[in-house]
């Protein structure tokens, strides 16, 4: 019975696996989805990277950060990406655990406001996670402020979404063992919980929230793309915690010297000038004509927080039933 | 009844179709199992996930079924201008992608939406939309649709003879024709909306308000996505098909057989009819419930129509391409299984329903993966799996047809000789158009609008509408994601349509 159902998906299979030759070498490099829209960095970064390598560079559009690693881990060693591209510092851990990567040999004078040793994934953008308002209404200074007031937000669920990941890790590393309590204050202030950070931001732009969670960098969007100066983000006292970006060379890529060219590339002008105004993060090299005008605007956090991949793998199991504790009750 | 004698058919049509549910169904779940590192078992936040799941389902599944009969009933019995095109409008919520429903809803009932409004005119308070009655809320739009097609459907099929009879003897139509039919119907409309809220993720969460509205869903989500523990997954999606099974078992032990006999499909006329008013009333509420937030969606996306990148459009016309084949693939293997009846066609006609979306999509990756380029596969994959998850729908409109058509003629086809395609096309076919089309629009709609399959396989070149809607969102881009809803919608509709029209060519009603 399973042979025979099997049969014809392996001959249709068969059929369609019609890869052409080409005599290009091709560089494939798995990223996330919104990497490679139109709107994103993929587009200008392609070209960029074809002028000079004489290859073909492909992306894989994988879901969001985390669903990319899950892919990941589904292709396991027989993946054909070359490059996986859009992992942060919340699922390095994990993906150093695959054991699928390799060093990636790159020596560059980052822009980052930490230090960056990791040999094997190398940054290509960066961003503070911060609550976006509407400019004139009432902004705390404060995580403890937030949870104070009653004003209302939207937060995604750090069960299916990276920016809620990243508050969950925010919320930790400020506040430590008094963690829950922070989340059994902020609890009246949530409306609701969102898969993703798309709903969220749909939801507060149609105004059911006073604030949404995103990041310092999401005004520049408006100002820049809708010349809409009316989303602020709110700077806090405790600092913010930072989103790092990072690729990474497979082991097993059958295109290793063009795998390094790119990982090289991505930190070079090429690259890294595209990304403020297609990705909306800080680019992890400042490009020689600086950022682009209306990033000066941006608040600029004093105090950065950051775990490293280690701890943030260690502690997330914990923060997470923490979490929903709190908000459960 | 002469289940007995039913003319022979091929077997191989309803055998090829089975075996695609099931491999698609327990097929894809094996592969989740079999690449599975066993270790953990269920976390008691897995429980209490499970337990809001079937709460929640619960409750939205009867609260549907409840307010869906009366409306049913108020239009099975009123005739006026619009009302074809009134229930084809009906059925548009629960043809949307969740965000797309759930932005409609807000417009409505959310903090800045026209109820708010309303009550903070009249100097109440307003209130919030969000926790078990924001689930319940949006489950109930997202079903009473379907609830109202399907006991209208009942309704429509008690032949125009048995109420003219009843008029004649002046027999009560209500104790007589109307509640056996509810018997026979409404078990089977509750299981399948309770079957799809149990698997409900993103409305759940987003209208939850939090952790405390956690669904298996989710866990399986979290579990595939975040701590790549297939083997927790497998788990949860054996208690989900668990669930399932139990609740197919409920269902069909409460429901009754329908001994309405034939009729000659004259037009209905009846005669009973009283108090037209309560009965406006009652398609006017549920028309508003149901339509205003449609309203709100076409309004908020109408502006950027215009404006839409090539790539949408493009998008879009691969989206019709796959709900067409989609839709041709459900019909046929629904009326392969529908002809051949039996018990194991209806285990095949829940099996889709309790399938978790993302196992169904890791396990046909893992499938394919070592054999194909995943991106290479995309929309053949789509189409197959949006026709198997659409085919408990069309299945249970098709087969109670069919099982009609055999009972009322199958000994006159018997004694003709009538066999094979030629029952199928000169007896079958004409008897069962009506839901046939209602079938084929449903499964093309909810092809069109479906996210689930599609994004772990689909590159850029792959995009179908609902995806490239979802990464506008994701790109900042909420007014031409607006847009690209409202097209999702009107091209949802229009091919809905289209079919359930073409089923409907010859009739008036």
Sequence with gaps: MKNTTYLPVVAGLALCATGAMAETPVLQVMTYDSFVTEWGPGPAVEAA????????????????????????????PRTEADVVLGLDTNLMAAARETGLFAPHGVEADLDLPIAWTDTEFLPFDWGYFAFVGNAGADAPASLQALADSDIKVVIQDPRSSTPGLGLLMWVKTAYGDDAANLWVDLE???????????????????????????????????????????????????????QVEVAGKLAGTDQPELADQFMAFMVSEGFQSVIPTTNWMYPAVTPAGGLPDGFETLITPETSLLLSPEDAAAKRDAALDEWRTALSQ | MAHSVIPVTARWPSAAAAALVLLLTLGTLGAVAWRAEWGSGLAPADWAAIRFTIVQALLSAGISVVLAIPVARALARRRFLGRQLLIT?????????????????????????????????????????????????????????????????????????????????NAPVGRLLEWPMLRAVVPNT??????????????????????????????????????????????????????????????????????MGAGLDRVVQRYDLGRAPV???????????????????????????????????????????????????????????????GALVAVIGVLPLAASGLVVGTGAFLLLFPFVRPADMALVVT??????????????????????????????GASLDL?????????VLPRVRRPLGFAAGLAAALSMGDLGVIALFAGQAEETLPLAMYRLMGAYRMDAAASAALLLLGLSLLMFWICDRGGRADADL
């Design chain 1, 49 to 76: 990277f074809e002028a000079e390598c004489a290859c073909d560079l492909q992306f894989v559009g994988a879901g969001d950060g985390a669903a990319l690693l899950a892919r990941l881990q589904l292709e396991g």
């Design chain 1, 188 to 242: 009246d202030n949530i409306v609701t919980v969102t898969p993703g950070w798309s709903e969220a931001y749909g939801m507060f732009l149609e105004g059911e929230a006073d604030a949404v969670l995103s990041y310092t960098t999401s005004p520049a969007y408006h100002l820049i793309a809708e010349e809409d100066d009316s989303k602020v983000a709110w700077g806090f006292d405790e600092g913010h915690y930072m």
């Design chain 2, 89 to 169: 409008l009906l059925g548009a919520p629960f043809l949307l992608p969740v965000i797309v429903a759930v932005l409609g809803l807000l417009a409505v009932f959310g903090r800045g939406g026209i109820l708010n409004n309303g009550l903070l005119a009249l100097g109440f308070e307003p209130i919030s939309i969000f926790g078990m009655h924001g689930v319940i809320l949006a489950h109930v739009f997202f079903n009473l649709p379907l609830a109202i097609r399907f006991i209208l459907q009942g309704w429509l099929s008690i032949p125009a003879e048995r109420f003219r009879l009843a008029a004649t003897l």
């Design chain 2, 190 to 259: 509750f299981l399948v909306i309770f079957l799809i809220c149990l698997t409900s993720f993103a409305v759940a969460l987003t209208m939850g308000g939090g952790p405390r509205a956690t669904t298996v869903e989710l866990a399986i989500y979290q579990a595939l996505r975040f701590d790549f523990d297939l083997g927790r997954a497998a788990l949860l999606a054996c208690v989900q098909f668990a669930l399932c099974v139990g609740a197919a078992f409920l269902a069909w032990r409460a429901t009754a057989n329908d001994p």
């Design chain 2, 279 to 341: 009965d406006h009333a009652l398609i006017f509420l549920a028309a508003a419930f149901l339509l205003v937030p449609l309203a709100m969606i076409i309004l908020r996306g109408l502006p950027g129509i215009a404006d839409l990148p090539d790539t949408i459009w493009a998008a879009a016309l691969r989206s019709v391409l796959v709900a067409t084949g989609s839709a041709l693939l459900c019909v046929s293997m629904s009326l392969a299984l529908a002809l051949r009846g």
């Design chain 2, 383 to 412: 189409m197959l799996v949006n026709a198997t998850l659409a085919l408990p729908f069309a299945l249970r409109s098709i087969a109670p047809a069919v099982a009609q058509v055999n009972a009322d003629y199958g000994r006159l």
């Design chain 2, 419 to 427: 066999k094979g395609w030629t029952w199928v096309r000169l007896i």
